[in-house]
T-cell receptor, first 114, second 112 residues
């Protein structure tokens, strides 16, 4: 069982549609990060959410951190083919002696068809 | 510009051989990480380091080792390569767990 569970695992939609992907855990996180990874490349950071209930917007992407800091969501409005990629959430569980123990979810693989 | 580089990008090795994957960063970050990425598992943490002479085991550390003799480098060694270690390996560095982790481009390792 992964510390961070992401859903759905795969998502295929048409250009212009909206979508939401989720990142859930039973653990509390000091912060969560969302990354996007393209084939043959390493992940690249999109956003970090720190405060419970926080909402951050990055153009058509809206990120929310749950009030209890155990979950997060990524909503994309009017998806475009350029949004295609693997979306990963990551975080270091709060309260561990080692707060640099960054863990990743398995990711949501998004395909946006033109 | 600061960067993080991995080498080689691709490697094929035989079962039982020792293999070392290189990771070099010029961000001057104290934290460095090694992950493996397999379909359905995402990125799994192998080893990580807070700084020079510090190393820690991650969730899938068996069969792997690292050493940190300077800030810039964290080589990953597979002591006796096994087919189960066929994977894509990513190195990353960060200032701390709340800031961005910068990733290398990955090393695709095949153990035959």
């Amino acid at each position: 069982t992964q510390l961070l569970e992401q859903s759905p695992q795969f998502l295929s939609i048409q250009e212009g549609e909206n979508l939401t992907v989720y990142c859930n855990s039973s653990s509390v996180f000091s912060s969560l990060q969302w990354y996007r990874q393209e084939p043959g490349e390493g992940p690249v950071l999109l956003v970090t959410v720190v405060t419970g209930g926080e909402v951050k917007k990055l153009k058509r992407l809206t990120f929310q951190f749950g009030d209890a800091r155990k979950d997060s969501s990524l909503h994309i409005t009017a998806a475009q083919p350029g949004d295609t990629g693997l979306y990963l959430c990551a975080g270091a569980p709060h309260g561990r002696d080692n707060n640099n123990d960054m863990r990743f979810g398995a990711g949501t693989r998004l395909t946006v068809k033109p | 510009d600061a960067e993080i580089t991995q080498s080689p990008r691709h490697k094929i090795t035989e079962t039982g051989r020792q293999v070392t994957l290189a990771c070099h960063q010029t961000w001057n970050h104290n934290n460095m990480f090694w992950y493996r990425q397999d379909l359905g598992h995402g990125l799994r943490l192998i080893h990580y380091s807070y700084g020079v002479q510090d190393t820690n085991k991650g969730e899938v550390s068996d069969g792997y080792s690292v050493s940190r003799s300077n800030t810039e480098d964290l080589p990953l060694t597979l002591e006796s390569a096994a087919s189960s270690q066929t994977s894509v390996y990513f190195c990353a560095s960060s200032e701390n767990s709340y800031t961005e982790a910068f990733f290398g481009q990955g090393t695709r390792l095949t153990v035959v």
